[in-house]
């Protein structure tokens, strides 16, 4: 399995996603407590970031959080939920994080949850 840094074409920061969205930052460190949306420390310099595709306009992707929370449930690491979302699936079709942003999260949590037993 590719590594979610491989899988995941464009990274935001906290500040990023502040100035993009207008949120304040306070709100979008609450995202990240809420597991709305997830990330983690790499690139240059090392800080904290998340992928853009987990950002719609101005809030996280619906169903995301339910998405994440099975997953993790599942044993999955933030890192690992984000390169399952992000892996190409041909029986879905397409990457879970496409489907969710299409608002079509059935399947999607079904694999999740499979992924839990």
Not at 9 to 33: C, F, H, Q, Y
Not at 54 to 69: E, N
Request: hydrophobic share 45%.
């Amino acid at each position: 399995m590719s590594t979610a840094i491989e899988l995941v074409e464009e990274w935001l920061t906290l500040p990023d996603i502040a100035e993009n969205t207008g949120l304040g930052i306070s709100k979008v460190r609450r995202m990240v407590e809420d597991r709305a949306i997830v990330g983690f420390k790499h690139g240059d310099p090392v800080v904290y970031r998340v992928p853009a595709l987990f950002i719609d306009g101005d809030a996280a992707v619906k169903h995301l959080r339910g998405t994440l929370v099975l997953l993790q449930d599942a044993g999955f690491s933030d890192e690992e939920a984000i390169a399952w979302l992000f892996t190409p699936d041909d029986s879905l079709p397409g990457r879970p994080i496409d489907l969710l942003r299409a608002n079509n999260r059935g399947e999607v949590r079904r694999r999740a949850q499979a992924l839990a037993f």
